[in-house]
């Protein structure tokens, strides 16, 4: 019983050693997020701290399992021996070590995507191993942290207590395996979060009802191994197939916008820009003075939002209207294969060529792959770039060149078209070619400088063909991929982490008075809006397009954002707020212009309870059997 007693002592100080570890990372995340909890007050921050502390226990006991099983399967004499000691710590040092570091990488890749990472990081592991030397060099910082962390886990790490064992006269075998098998079934149930019905799952973090308090809450660990085997969606059915079909129909009536001759379009694409690096969304100098001159020419969209926080996920919203509403990116998803009709897809029926340009690597972000399923019939990327002198060091052509590269392409293009520009400088680490060093306004965030720069790179792509044969007959619609590193207290919060900006601008000055005369601005818009307003704006009729989105011409409806993020699903409708965790629902009130979440917890009306179920089961069922 004596060996029982070392064991279960070493167990108990380890995890309590890593304990501390999640605490101190727990920490470290505040520190370089402060920016994200500006309106957290110290009471909030010390329950997030101890609301986690069940999160790191969850995750600390599955991560261990064969640590304990292998500790508690020793005989006495084993236990005694220094070699077995020696795996047994590498069991436990290795595993937990490995854990720590994707935490201590969560505190700069957190700023990108808003919420903690989960396996859906191996989605974007070959980018990141391309990216390796760049990015290395980029947050060196990050791997002193680490190394400093595993010298002093290891140094201090507890040691198994001194003294003989005594043999006992239960026989060691078959108790230990007894013993091995309970405490493993006790790292199970730890894992699990106790014995209550349902696992502890990513969402039961926010139970602050705060998006940022939320990730404070849980640890990277967690949301990695808990997402491990997500596969896609499962069925639901919370309505009738009737009335699912009644609450998210959309009017597919097409608006009179008075085009009646052949238009092209071209659907722009800006990396990380956020709406608040716009001076034309708010009350303060921007980072992008030419955007702000286009959105006061043609139509700019006060209250749009982004479907996701990450490219992977904007660009099926923006080019197919699918929105974000479960773990996986539908591009690397098992549903990559289904039958979603793409922007180019449609109109190739009405004679549109097209092409999808992105100066990055091809095969980067899986767009190339989307592309062609979205129907576009050319993809120019890294490799069909004439001069690799213009190469960044890091993710693929500076935006300026390359835009003269698609200005080029699309020169030689047969009319009507679809084009989609996907830009790349604005991605960390944010670089900007040499000459321009110093020329762009500069804030209190790294990723200013290069919005100027992506900013003056478009305006020289439409100085250059402002003159074209083409660019009167042409539709530009501007939007961001997906919101980035927030300096301003009012958009660090659940709205703002998704709003980003939405222009339409015509290369004829009287269609964009036309499009004024069309458009409310104040409605609320979203990346699953854009492609049926381009149909719309066209007079392009195409009944299988799914019902995710509505045109932005309609004025008999006052709009709907669809968002999801770490197992809640959101929708804005009108100034209302309605999040649904799997179990319950919250209602918010909003003021969309102030860009505040009132948090009054308003009871939800079954309308709206009932549009974002329907919502979901649409979603889920019709990527399961195909059928959207």
Same mark, same amino acid.
């Given at each position: %019983?004596?060996?029982?007693? /070392? ?36 009471? =909030? ?160 973090? /926010? ?18 191994? &808990? ?13 009738? =197939? ?28 800006? $990396?990380?820009?956020?709406? $608040? ?59 990559? #294969? ?9 109109? *190739? ?5 097209? #092409? ?11 767009? $190339?792959?989307?592309?062609? %399923?979205?129907? /576009?019939?050319?993809?120019?990327? @890294?490799?069909?770039?004439?001069? *690799? ?25 047969? =009319? ?14 944010? &670089? ?9 306004? *500069?804030?209190?965030? $790294? ?67 036309? +499009? ?9 818009? =979203? ?34 954002? @669809? ?35 009132? *948090? ?5 009306? &079954? ?20 059928? +959207?």
């Amino acid at each position: %019983m004596k060996l029982l007693y /070392f064991q279960f002592s070493l167990l108990l100080r380890r995890i309590l050693w890593l304990m501390l570890f999640y605490s101190i990372l727990r920490i470290l995340f505040f520190l370089f997020n402060t920016p994200s909890f500006q309106t957290i007050s110290y009471a =909030q921050l010390i329950d997030s701290f101890i609301l986690g502390l069940r999160f790191d226990l969850s995750a600390i006991c599955i991560i261990n399992i064969l640590y304990v099983l292998g500790s508690f399967m020793l005989s006495p004499s084993r236990w005694e021996e220094t070699f077995y000691q020696k795996i047994l710590q590498n069991l436990f040092v290795i595993p937990n070590l490995a854990f720590l570091s994707l935490g201590v990488i969560d505190l700069e890749y957190y700023k990108f995507i808003g919420r903690r990472t989960n396996f859906e990081i191996n989605s974007i592991m070959g980018d990141a191993v391309q990216q390796a030397p760049n990015l290395l060099g980029k947050y060196w910082y990050l791997g002193i942290i680490m190394f400093v962390l595993s010298w002093i886990f290891i140094k201090f790490l507890p040691k198994p207590s001194k003294g003989k064992i005594q043999n006992s006269s239960v026989p060691w075998y078959p108790f230990n395996v007894f013993v091995s098998l309970f405490i493993a079934a006790l790292c199970i149930l730890g894992f699990r979060g106790g014995l209550q019905e349902k696992p502890l799952r990513i969402n039961q973090a /926010f139970s602050q009802n705060n998006h940022q308090l939320g990730n404070l809450v849980l640890n990277t660990p967690f949301t990695f191994l &808990t997402t491990i085997d997500a596969q896609g969606t499962s069925p639901v059915q919370y309505v009738s =197939q009737q009335e699912m079909n009644l609450l998210i129909s959309r009017n597919r009536q097409m608006s009179d916008t008075e085009v009646r001759e052949p238009q092209n379009v071209m659907v722009v694409i800006v $990396e990380s820009l956020s709406a $608040e690096y716009m001076g034309i969304y708010n009350q303060y100098t921007g980072y992008t003075p030419f955007l702000d001159s286009l959105g006061r020419a043609g139509v700019c969209m006060r209250n749009h939002f982004a479907n996701g926080r990450e490219s992977i996920d904007a660009v099926p919203a923006v080019l197919a209207s699918m929105p974000k509403l479960m773990d996986e990116p539908y591009i690397t998803s098992k549903y990559q #294969a289904n039958n979603l009709p793409g922007l180019a897809n449609i109109l *190739k029926r009405f004679g549109y060529s097209s #092409a999808f340009f992105h100066g990055a690597r091809n095969g980067s972000m899986g767009f $190339e792959g989307f592309s062609q %399923m979205a129907g /576009f019939q050319q993809y120019y990327g @890294l490799n069909e770039y004439p001069n *690799k002198k213009d190469f960044d060091g890091n993710w693929g052509i500076f935006d300026e060149p390359f835009l003269q590269f698609c200005a080029q392409k699309t020169n030689e293009q047969k =009319q009507p078209f679809i084009n989609a520009i996907f830009t790349l400088s604005s991605h960390s680490p944010y &670089t900007i070619p040499t000459k321009y060093v110093g020329r762009f306004r *500069k804030g209190p965030l $790294e990723i200013h400088e290069s919005i100027g720069y992506a900013d003056y790179a478009l305006s020289q792509f439409f100085e250059s063909i402002k003159h074209t044969p083409w660019f009167k007959n042409t539709l530009f619609v501007i939007t961001g991929d997906h919101t980035q590193q927030s300096s301003v207290p009012k958009y660090n919060n659940e709205i703002g982490a998704y709003r980003v900006p939405l222009i339409l601008f015509h290369g004829s000055q009287k269609m964009n008075v036309l +499009l004024k005369s069309k458009i409310v601005p104040n409605k609320i818009t =979203q990346h699953a809006d854009i492609v049926p307003s381009i149909l719309d704006f066209l007079d392009k009729k195409y009944d299988k397009l799914n019902c995710f989105g509505e045109s932005i011409f309609n004025f008999s409806q006052g709009g709907t954002a @669809l968002l999801y993020s770490e197992g809640r699903f959101r929708m804005l409708s009108n100034a209302k707020y309605v999040v649904f965790d799997g179990e319950k629902f919250r209602g918010d009130t909003v003021n969309l212009e102030k860009n505040v979440i009132i *948090k009054n917890n308003i009871p939800v009306s &079954t309308t709206l309870k009932k549009k974002l179920l329907a919502f979901i089961q649409y979603h889920h069922n019709g990527l399961i059997n195909n059928r +959207l």
